[in-house]
């Protein structure tokens, strides 16, 4: 049984304040809600509040990305101890804002995934297709080479600590959500290459999360397909009663 993981992505949102009152409002929602991992991902500055505030809770703490190196005159960055000393279980990688805006490519985010994971922690690493991409029928081809290159070098153990997240691109942010079956299908598939790459067997344990305008309203039918493991969660995730709502999908 693959334990399902909603994770809220807080992107460039929320300075202390805000997070602190997000929290307090989210506990009470969440606090009897036990066969979901729970995750939020804040920006690094909130880290340290919001681990203040979630202390004794079922929620997890997230970084949205990190560096390669662990130390050095990297001026501006933060290596994944870092992200450990600050109490974070989780730290997100490749997203595609990262990737559209700020030159990441699947090599630097190999390089991540591998760095994060021998800091302990769980990676939820991002990956999706973009319009262009989809409606030229490249989708299969651009979340293999995705799944591939970012995966590269990683040894079988090391995969406990992956959790995939797909993200279509063009679902991102736009209220246009997957459908069911489209994500369903994408899942899948992506399910398959890693059995390919790995073995069926910790290919049918990884946990891929499907990301792109999920709200309260339609968290329940893609949560009812059989390769949709969970939700990365945007916009809806800025609001405790929103993402609480998402996280008790069962409800
Ligand atoms: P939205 O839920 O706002 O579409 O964002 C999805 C996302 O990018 C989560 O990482």
């Known amino acids: 049984m693959r334990t399902p993981i909603i ?16 929290v307090a409002k989210l506990i009470p929602l969440v606090q009897k809600t036990s066969d979901v991992e729970i995750v939020i991902a804040p920006v690094f500055t909130v880290l340290s509040t919001v681990k203040q505030a979630i202390a004794g809770s079922n929620i997890k703490l997230s970084a949205q990305d990190c560096f390669w190196e662990e130390e050095g005159a990297f001026t501006g960055e933060i290596s994944p101890g870092m992200l450990v000393d600050a109490g974070c279980s989780h730290v997100i990688i490749g997203h595609s804002e990262r990737r559209q805006y700020f030159g990441e490519t699947d090599e630097t985010v ?21 319009l262009a991409e989809r409606e030229t029928d490249k989708t299969f081809e651009v979340l293999r080479t995705q799944v591939e290159n970012g995966l590269a070098g990683l040894a079988r153990d090391d995969l406990a600590k992956v959790v995939i997240a797909y993200e279509p691109v063009w679902a991102i942010g736009t209220g246009k959500t997957a459908t069911d079956e489209q994500a369903q299908v994408a899942h899948a598939f992506i399910r398959k290459v890693v059995g390919e790459l790995f073995t069926v067997q910790l290919a049918e344990a990884i946990r891929i999360l499907y990301g792109g305008s999920v709200k309260p309203e339609n968290v329940r039918g893609l949560m009812n397909q059989p390769d949709i493991d969970g939700a990365l969660v945007g916009g809806a995730s800025l609001k405790a009663d929103s993402f609480g709502a998402i996280v008790n999908y069962k409800a």
Do not use: P, S
């Not at 809220?8 to 805000?18: H, V």
């Not at 991540?112 to 994971?117: D, N």
């Not at 800091?119 to 297709?129: N, R, Y």
């Open 110 to 130: 190999n390089r991540k995934i591998k760095a994060a994971i021998a800091a302990g922690l769980t990676v939820l690493f991002c990956i999706g297709e973009t």
């Open 7 to 22: 994770a809220g992505n807080w992107k460039l949102f929320k300075k202390c304040c805000d997070a602190q009152d997000f």
